[in-house]
């Protein structure tokens, strides 16, 4: 099994592809030239968004088997042309949901107490503690739009500081729990 890997990912992939036996090709250098000249030669790629994986860049794929993407979003891969030349696509959807939501969280808590201002501000000797006061969470009502895993790992924080989260997914249904509440997109927007 030879495989291409087009961008940086946790050293993790070679080594076990390295294990298993595969040939290892890094090309995150690739220009989409060179993945067009060379994929050819490849029965699996490794991608994370670099390169559009639509049916010009595959049609010299030849041999290719499957298409890996650690991450969740597949919009970057023709998914109808990969069923027809019936090459199997991976993603693990779930990978940076926590740190995704953390991420989110300390920008809420940024934006809602003002602390990159105040940070600043601190930094240049100014304290103006009246306009750099923060409006606590709880009690607030945060809407997500999209509940899949990211939009889940984001409730669950989100209620640890007491706010009503409301979320709507137009895939998913019936995911009301303990810690959100599942709306319409008008009630979103209300």
Known sequence: ????????????????????????????????????????????????????????????????????????????????????????????????????????????LMLNNHLYRANAQVKGYIWNREDNRGNELMGKTFAIIGYGFMGEALAKRLSGFGVNVIAFDKYKKDFSSSYVKEVTLEEVFQ
């Open 1 to 108: 099994m030879k495989v291409v890997i087009l961008d940086n990912v946790h050293p993790l992939f070679e080594k076990t592809f390295n294990n298993w036996g595969w040939e290892v090709e890094l090309a995150s250098k690739w220009s989409v030239q060179d993945f067009q000249k060379n994929i050819l030669n490849f029965d699996g790629i490794i991608i994370r968004s670099r390169i559009k994986l639509d049916k010009n860049n595959l049609s010299n794929a030849k041999n290719l088997k499957f298409i890996a993407r650690p991450g969740s979003g597949l919009e970057n891969i023709d998914l109808e042309y990969c069923k027809i030349k019936n090459i199997e696509v991976f993603r693990s959807p779930e990978g940076n949901r926590d740190a995704l939501a953390e991420h989110v969280m300390g920008m809420v």
